[in-house]
């Protein structure tokens, strides 16, 4: 369940196509194990159509969060089993950022397009 509000969104600081490169992370998202992803930019627009692999997916919502509002469920929106998994994973990629429960991140929420 997305927690999008009315919000107008940023200015795109990346596109789509490098919202989900990481291929762990492509699995997960081709197997329907990841289902949203935390940037700390907007990626997308709203509705915009992500390819992996030969599959499309549509996002669905984009909103803001801190790190700290971050719960388990949205640890396994990630594909991960919960928080202390997801934040170790992400510590282990960017070595020298600090784990900020007020950091701000952009949620981008995305599922399959059905054929």
Aim: glycine content about 6%.
């Amino acid at each position: 369940m997305s927690e999008q509000s009315n919000t107008i969104l940023p200015k795109k600081t990346c596109t789509i196509e490098k919202l989900v490169t990481i291929p762990k992370d492509v699995e997960k998202v081709l197997n329907g194990e990841k289902t949203a992803t935390r940037r700390n930019g907007v990626y997308a627009d709203l509705g915009e159509i992500m390819v992996l692999g030969d599959k499309k997916f549509r996002v669905d919502a984009i909103y803001s969060q801190t790190l700290g509002e971050m719960t388990d469920e949205h640890a396994r929106q990630e594909g991960y089993t919960s928080m202390e998994e997801y934040k170790q994973s992400i510590l282990a990629m960017h070595a020298k950022m600090p784990w900020l429960p007020t950091m701000k991140v952009w949620v981008h929420e995305y599922s399959p397009v059905e054929k």
